[in-house]
């Protein structure tokens, strides 16, 4: 979540990014999240994307955004030689306000100049705006985002005293994870009720085995292997474990085997010791890992 | 017992092994030593693993090994054994889809002898199926045994090297099967294979009808060489018949099947020892036509044997494996349904009848019903099976289905949503932490929310009349703390400080020819205070006890001594934790409390005495602190609710709602205070946890949770020992620590003289205080919820 948050970038702090893919994002469908991105697309209605950490929300966005974009290109809405970002995300975080996202001015010699900022970037191209864990933002935010995602589809621009109106292509979609900060923070209700909602969970255990088998190069087996302790890791969710392991980690856990260590060790170092501070859990994972595993 | 280093305790590892199953199986499953297992499960002594489907017991040590990680690997294959079963559907066996299959036409006869009344579960009915039934069970448990260790081993790759180690030192000390007559010789040579669990490719291709899986290379040694020639073919079927449920496909039912078949090669012969000339006449002709008329249940027509056949003796256990009854655990889960399904009728007021008992039961048990009310379902909840079965039966007979509409509902509800919580009957499940095991045990209690209901507001009033001075008193100590929170507040026009980016903003706005806002001050904030609070009100019995207090000015010597310290704070009897906890946020300027007088520490915790003049029970003293405590909340604006508990058994946990966060201190809400009175128990954990629902669903910042209480936690079946208070500590120990980690702040308030013992574990540290004398609470309540909530 955080690799990309913050990057220096022509002396400004970015914590948005804005996505050109070179070539199709990988996504393994789990159930029916395409044609529901698919339709609320088409009839422009914003979404939510509910679910824990590192189960692929990302990543599905990606591949709508990069989907939907092709699509266009080939129906000739779009022209293949200037396309613009089909997707700029953006990764909340407590001390983000509105004027991050809608733009600000800045200094430039004796000159002040506006930067737009993700939000305004992509409501004037086009681009599907994805707020991740919109719940951590300072709550100013929720201003920009009630008119955008309802029929009006306005962004307010306050310092420079504009509505604009967002372009035909954009889509705000955001991401909330109910579990870890739910005591903490939950996402308005005036906020819910404006976005149809998708669940997302890790996926079952043979649909993992494969994403685990593309993203990170492990032989069959072995990523089988890493989905069935995922699987069986998560059900420790009951017993003290705050959140279950993410298919990012089983990812580097097999990039661990594809570097040459040790499957046992690999777990342990990407799974076992990543996700708990319990000393009990954490023994608990290391034994399940050591049945799982022949080394 | 611990003499030798490499010695493993059950104790040292329950709790790993536990999350392991859990792990295995998501199931809730206890770990816990075989001495403690239920009498009836117990069959070939108490060293023997097994499990009652919600506890798996092991051994309470094991030392067989040299080293500590062989005896521990020798722990969890037992316990992934057991696991097992779960995991890979042994119990879910279902005598209706097996008696569908056709080989079961040749026990026609036999099932036609089975007592339809009896109660039974679906491994009951289906031994008895055979007239051998010893029999079967021994070929059943080595067939469905071999089937789950197939399973464990190629779901776990990793754990399948321990399996092996662990059944091949099985082996030794086993019967030669040559040594056995028989019957009780191909038996053993099953039960060796089953343990193997290897089987010889070659040979199989020869004599395998259908194509199977193999789950390992040719192992040459596992063709049990003690059986003599001639029975080899026979041997050879059952080795078949066996390798088809190694299979990831095969299920209890598959087991079920080829147990019938082997019963029915094995039944043809007849138990006579090697020796026997019968021999020779009895394997003649298993030839390949022979067989198929045998793989259809047609026993082949024999000679009588010459010799006298032995009694069949049961089959030697296998130790590893243990002695699970799976018609036990089909019972206890069916049990474990019914009571469900009796507490969430009872919730509903509806009656329980036949029909709802019968459609419950049909899913696991076999069992014929009759008319049985609640309460006696209830009441047998606690017996032993078999005195269940004897309630269950002697209730056959008469019974009037009424409802069943209704109750058919409930009980899809019952059994379906097991864990889930009925909001709209306000029962609430919790985990109670259990530290003799190290886990939880999952939705143990009931708790139920009642709203109580007063008739008279009289004595509310009478208390702020009386308590004018220090309900004004806090309000204003509460409005100077104010200033003192921390909380910033940004985008000001006027403030104590600039901000700095917003100022940058201003600038930047003003160069581009803008408006510049104004508002880039910041101050700490007044009206930002985020707080939600809860009073938890213990209303146990013994807050009806008077409390006697001798006058202040009669205080010039403290009755107890030591209390030099506590006069410099009046109404304290601190130690060094409690002393912190309550004066944290303040500066020592500030510290002595609204009203303080100094006076001697003086008081009693004097029980059963008749009322004195002015006397007052625990009960009334805590209804003044919260009558002062909310008046000059609603001054404040914070979050506040009252919640009261009691109760009386795990089932019967009672929260009793006086006012909710939503609720204003209204009329209604003062009638409430005036209404509490005490009731029974004092079982805190689940009153803790329910309270910390309610705080998480406010949403404030900042959380606290403030418990007042006049003992340690206490109900009758608050652990096993009802004489010890360790397991209800413990508990409540661990039900504020989840509160703490949830980050609520917690704080227990206590009148209970002896807190000090047992308290600062309970509390996590210092975050409790012990009133020395009850009759401050009032005034020192206000000061505890200062010092938390700044
Ligand atoms: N359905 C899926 N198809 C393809 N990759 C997936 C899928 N689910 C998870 N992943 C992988 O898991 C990783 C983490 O997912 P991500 O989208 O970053 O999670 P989230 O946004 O939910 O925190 C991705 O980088 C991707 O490799
Ligand atoms: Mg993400």
């Not at chain 1, 002396?11 to 070179?22: D, N, P, S, Y």
């Not at chain 1, 005036?190 to 998708?198: E, G, L, V």
């Not at chain 2, 078949?240 to 087991?255: K, N, P, Y």
Request: aromatic share 8%; with cysteine; proline share 5%.
């Amino acid at each position: 979540m955080a690799e990309k948050d913050v990057e220096k970038f022509g002396g400004v702090e970015r914590f948005f990014e804005e996505h050109f893919f070179a070539e199709e994002p990988y996504y393994l469908p789990i159930r029916d999240e395409v044609e529901i991105f698919r339709a609320a697309f088409l009839m422009r209605l914003p979404l939510l994307l509910k679910g824990p950490t590192g189960c692929g929300k990302t990543r599905f966005v990606e591949y709508m955004a990069y989907t939907l974009q092709q699509e266009r290109i080939r129906q000739g809405h779009e022209s293949q030689d200037e396309v613009s970002s089909p997707l700029i995300t953006v990764a909340c975080h407590e001390d983000l306000s509105a004027s991050d996202l809608v733009g600000r001015y800045l200094l430039k010699g004796e000159e002040t100049v506006w930067i737009d900022g993700p939000l305004t970037r992509a409501v004037k191209v086009g681009a599907i705006c994805y707020l991740d864990e919109i719940v951590e933002a300072r709550k100013d935010t929720t201003v920009l985002i009630h008119p955008l995602a309802d029929y009006r589809r306005i962004l307010p621009v306050e310092k420079k005293g504009q509505m604009i109106q967002a372009h035909e292509n954009f889509l705000l979609v955001i991401s909330y994870n109910p579990g870890y900060q739910s005591s903490l923070k939950n996402l308005k209700h005036s906020t819910r009720q404006r976005f149809i909602a998708i669940d997302f969970d890790y996926p079952p255990r043979e649909a993992e085995a494969r994403i685990i088998a593309h993203e990170s190069g492990v032989d069959a087996r072995a990523s089988e292997e890493l989905a069935l302790l995922g699987e069986k890791v998560r059900r420790l969710r009951d017993h003290g474990l705050e959140e279950g392991v993410s298919t990012r980690l089983l990812i580097y856990a097999g990039k661990l085997m594809v570097s040459g260590i040790a499957s046992r060790r690999a777990c342990e170092l990407a799974v076992a010791k990543a996700i708990t501070d319990d000393h009990e859990i954490e023994r608990a994972v290391e034994e399940m890992i050591r049945s799982i595993f022949e080394k | 017992m611990d003499k030798s280093p490499p010695t493993v305790r059950l104790a040292e590892v329950s709790r790993l092994l536990q999350l392991y199953c859990a792990a295995a199986t998501g199931k809730p499953l206890r770990i816990r030593s075989t001495e403690e297992a239920p009498r009836e499960f117990v069959r070939e002594g108490h060293h023997l693993p097994l499990t009652d489907g919600k506890t798996i017991y092991l051994p309470n040590f094991i030392e067989k090994h040299l080293s500590r990680e062989e005896n521990f690997a020798e722990y969890k294959v037992y316990a992934a054994h057991q696991a097992g079963y779960i995991e890979f559907g042994t119990f879910e066996l279902d005598i209706d889809v097996v008696i569908d299959h056709p080989v079961f036409s040749a026990f026609e006869e036999q099932a036609a002898t089975v007592d339809p009344e009896a109660i039974v579960s679906h491994y009951d009915l289906f031994f008895m199926l055979f007239k051998e039934s010893q029999l079967a069970r021994d070929i059943f448990f080595a067939i469905e045994d071999g089937r789950v260790d197939y399973r464990l081993r190629e779901m776990y790759r990793g754990l399948a090297a321990d399996m092996e180690k662990v059944a091949r030192a099985s082996l030794e000390g086993r019967a030669v099967a040559g040594s056995l007559p028989l019957r009780e010789a191909l038996v053993e040579a099953l039960t060796r294979l089953s343990i193997t669990g290897k089987i010889d490719e070659s040979f199989l291709e020869k004599f395998m009808v259908v194509p199977m899986r193999m789950n390992s290379h040719l192992q040459r040694e596992e063709i049990d060489e003690s059986l003599p020639e001639k029975l080899l073919p026979l041997y050879r079927r059952i080795c078949g018949l066996f390798a088809r449920v190694l299979s990831h496909s095969a299920t209890v039912t598959d087991s079920a099947v080829a147990t019938a078949r082997v019963y029915l090669l094995l039944g043809s012969l007849p138990n006579v020892s090697f020796g026997s000339p019968f021999l020779d006449s009895a394997t003649r002709g298993t030839g390949h036509a022979e067989s198929e008329r045998m793989q259809h249940g047609i026993p082949a027509g024999r000679g009588v044997p010459e010799s006298e056949p032995l009694p069949y003796r049961a089959s030697q256990p296998v130790a590893f494996r243990g002695q699970t009854r799976p018609e036990l655990v089909q019972l206890e889960n069916a049990i474990e349904l019914l009571k469900e399904a009796v507490v969430t009728q009872e919730d509903s007021g509806a009656a329980l009848t036949h029909d709802l008992l019968e459609m419950l039961l049909k899913r696991v048990v076999k069992i014929k019903i009759s008319q049985m009310t609640a309460k006696e379902l209830a009441e047998t909840s606690g017996l032993f099976i078999t005195d269940l079965r004897g309630v269950l039966q002697e209730k056959i007979g008469e019974l009037s289905p009424d409802a069943r509409k209704r109750l058919a509902k409930l009980l899809d509800r019952a059994s379906v949503a097991k864990g889930k919580t009925e909001d709209s009957s306000r029962v609430f499940f919790y985990d109670e932490w259990d530290y003799l095991s190290g886990d939880y045990r999952p939705r143990w209690c009931r708790l139920r929310e009642i709203s109580l209901e007063g008739e008279s507001s009289a004595i509310v009033s009478q208390i702020q009349k009386e308590q004018a001075a220090l309900i004004a008193a806090v309000r204003r100590s509460f409005q100077r703390i104010r200033p003192e929170m921390l909380r910033k507040v940004k985008r000001l026009r006027s403030g104590e400080e600039i901000e700095l980016n917003d100022a940058i903003e201003a600038v930047l706005d003003r160069r581009a020819g803008l408006t510049p806002s104004e508002r880039v001050y910041q101050k700490r904030d007044r009206r930002m205070r985020d707080v939600a609070t809860v009073f938890l009100l213990d209303l146990s019995a013994s807050t009806d006890e008077w409390i006697v207090e001798e006058p202040l000015h009669e205080s010039g010597g403290p009755r107890h001594g030591g209390a030099s310290r506590s006069a410099l704070f009046g109404y304290f009897s601190l130690d060094a934790g409690s002393e912190r906890a309550a004066m944290r946020g303040n500066t020592p300027a500030n510290s002595p409390p609204n009203g303080a007088t100094p006076g001697g520490a003086v008081s009693s915790g004097a029980r059963d005495f008749s009322p004195p003049d002015r006397a007052m029970r625990v009960i009334d003293i805590e209804r003044e602190a919260l009558v002062v405590m909310a008046e000059a909340l609603e001054s404040l604006g914070d979050m506040y609710a009252i919640y009261g508990f009691s109760g009386y058994g795990r089932e019967n946990v009672e929260f009793f709602v006086i006012k909710d966060f939503s609720e204003k201190f209204s009329e209604r809400a003062r009638r409430r205070i005036g209404a509490i009175k005490p009731q029974k128990s004092t079982r805190m954990g689940p009153a803790i946890r329910h309270a910390m629902q309610k705080l998480v669903a406010t949403d404030c910042r900042l959380k606290a949770l403030i418990l007042l209480s006049d003992g340690y936690p206490q109900d009758y079946d608050y652990g096993p020992d009802r004489t010890s208070r360790d397991y209800g500590l413990h508990d409540t120990t661990v039900a504020l620590r989840e509160a703490r980690k949830k980050k609520v702040h917690t704080f227990c308030v206590t009148v209970d003289q002896a807190g000090n013992d047992y308290l600062r574990a309970m509390c996590g540290g210092e975050n409790y205080l012990v009133v020395k004398r009850p009759s401050a609470l009032p005034k020192i309540l206000p000061r505890v919820y200062r010092g938390l909530t700044i």
